[in-house]
């Protein structure tokens, strides 16, 4: 069982910036991809950014450019520093891990970007 804590969000201006931490329980080297999802009222979850063991990433077409994900692995969290953020990008962010077969989510952070 893998747990999954996030931090880091709120409410901020069109254009500011924002940074979301996700703590997990283990190593992070034990899992096959870690990676950011978004999910906004009366819309699909979708991905945001992931990043594979071997630190290879990748990000949807909306945020390239915007945000980057990281990985502290002495503090076994992954990081996505969200700038130049727009109203378009509210909503829960919710931090996924892959290990083995096994998919694990963290309970969700609210993002809200006022214009």
């Known amino acids: 069982q893998v747990q999954l804590v996030e931090s880091g969000g709120g409410l901020v201006q069109a254009g500011g910036s924002l940074r979301l931490s996700c703590a997990a329980s283990i190593s992070i080297f034990s899992l096959n991809t870690m990676g950011w999802y978004r999910q906004a009222p009366g819309k699909k979850r979708e991905l945001v950014a992931a990043i594979t063991a071997g630190g290879t990433t990748n990000y949807a077409d909306s945020v390239k450019g915007r945000f980057a994900i990281s990985r502290d692995i002495a503090k076994n969290t992954v990081n996505l520093q969200m700038n130049s953020l727009k109203p378009e990008d509210t909503a829960v962010y919710y931090c996924?891990?892959?290990?083995?077969?096994?998919?694990?989510w963290g309970q969700g952070t609210q993002v809200t970007v006022s214009s």
């Open positions: 996924k891990a892959d290990v083995a077969y096994s998919t694990y």
